[in-house]
């Protein structure tokens, strides 16, 4: 089973200035190679890098939806070079600098940078998210000119960087390259919030955005809420259900779905064709810090009676206010990028299991010419 990424948002985690900066960066002119200082963290970091990079495959992920960055510096320049990222900031001119003036603490996935102006220590650029592991052991960095090149080499090298922190920039460009047109699927008890986080993504991924509330109005002639006092809730969640399996075929689309006890997806025997795609459970918490939101998730994870249980990736909010919404779906980008980093067969497995029909054989998809209905439980699985 794939494991679950879980995301904590509380509205008061958000974006600090210079973020914007960051994500849009300034390219700079090459300037002459005039080695001036070199510092490498090697020896430093190696012991950090030790303890918090270890290599393994974890059950859970979590991290706050939002990355902390401040810089006073509007001029670098980054790249992605394959194996290594590079990022060049640009210093203060006039003055004479040695490495004692630079200070560089990466770790796992934060950065610092400062420099050292009359005295005082000014914050160049500081992030807790950079977009993906680094090797702090194999950081180093040099002044060339008025320059301060950092070098970092990736744990994972064929992840394309699309910047050098992890933003709503960053986020949207990125997750192309590894959900390789896998749909979304938006799920939770609140129908408004599915609806706006979905909106956001859509518009940010470039993906087609799908609404099964406005399908199933638009197709009965009715309001859901006049439908459920006609029909009763269980004809919605079965028409909803119906809807789900026309859609799931389709690539590239952001699908928000119905909340509530109406909806498909609170019904546990409802989500043959949402595992088509990812899911995200947009989940409304009173926890008031990361860790007990991650505990509360995994309790929600083990109640396999709530549809949402199913969900690809959880996450946690504190309080709504539709305002957050394009944050909310920056949490939920950074928690799918999380899973599929850890398991990068999953976009390509949502494809098998929509190429053999959406069996409900998730996530143990069995051959061709399977039938649930007649499982005896001796057919192998594909992995």
């Not at 009715?222 to 259900?241: H, K, N, P, R, Y």
Request: overall charge negative.
């Amino acid at each position: 089973m794939a494991a679950l990424a879980t995301i904590f948002h509380s509205p008061s985690l958000l974006p600090i200035t210079g973020q914007r900066s960051l994500s849009s960066p300034t390219r700079l002119r090459p300037l002459p190679h005039v080695l001036r200082g070199f510092h490498s963290l090697r020896r430093r970091e190696f012991r950090r890098f030790s303890q918090n990079v270890t290599a393994g495959r974890f059950n859970n992920f979590s991290c706050n939806c939002l990355s902390a960055v401040s810089t006073t510096t509007l001029d670098y320049e980054f790249t992605d070079g394959g194996k290594e990222v590079e990022l060049k900031l640009r210093l203060k001119t006039g003055e004479t600098l040695s490495p004692k003036d630079i200070s560089v603490d990466a770790d796992g996935t934060s950065l610092s940078v400062k420099e050292k102006r009359n005295g005082l220590l000014i914050t160049l650029l500081e992030t807790n998210q950079l977009f993906d592991k680094i090797m702090p052991s194999e950081t180093i960095w040099y002044i060339d000119e008025d320059q301060l090149v950092v070098n970092m080499k990736k744990v994972d090298g064929e992840l394309k960087w699309p910047d050098v922190v992890e933003s709503w920039e960053s986020l949207t460009a990125g997750m192309m390259q590894l959900l390789k047109g896998a749909s979304i699927y938006v799920v939770g008890d609140s129908t408004e919030i599915n609806q706006k986080v979905s909106r956001e993504l859509a518009v940010g991924l470039g993906y087609s955005p799908l609404d099964s509330k406005e399908l199933m109005e638009s197709f009965s002639k009715q309001t859901i809420d006049s439908w459920i006092l006609a029909e009763g809730v269980d004809s919605v969640a079965e028409a909803e259900s119906s809807v789900l399996e026309s859609l799931s075929s389709h690539v590239r689309t952001v699908v928000s779905t119905l909340g509530g006890k109406h909806g498909a997806a609170g019904r546990a025997d409802k989500w043959r064709h949402l595992y088509s795609g990812f899911t995200v459970w947009v989940s409304q918490t009173e926890a008031t810090d990361e860790e007990s939101a991650k505990e509360e998730a995994l309790r929600n994870k083990q109640e396999r009676e709530i549809g949402y249980s199913n969900a690809d990736v959880v996450v946690k909010l504190q309080g709504w206010d539709p305002t957050h919404a394009k944050s909310v779906a920056q949490a939920s980008l950074s928690a799918l990028k999380q899973l599929i980093i850890s398991d990068k067969g999953l976009p390509g497995k949502k494809s098998l299991y929509i190429r053999l029909g959406c069996r409900g054989d998730w996530p143990n998809i069995k051959p061709p010419g399977w039938d649930p209905s007649s499982d005896t439980g001796a057919h192998p699985s594909f992995s």
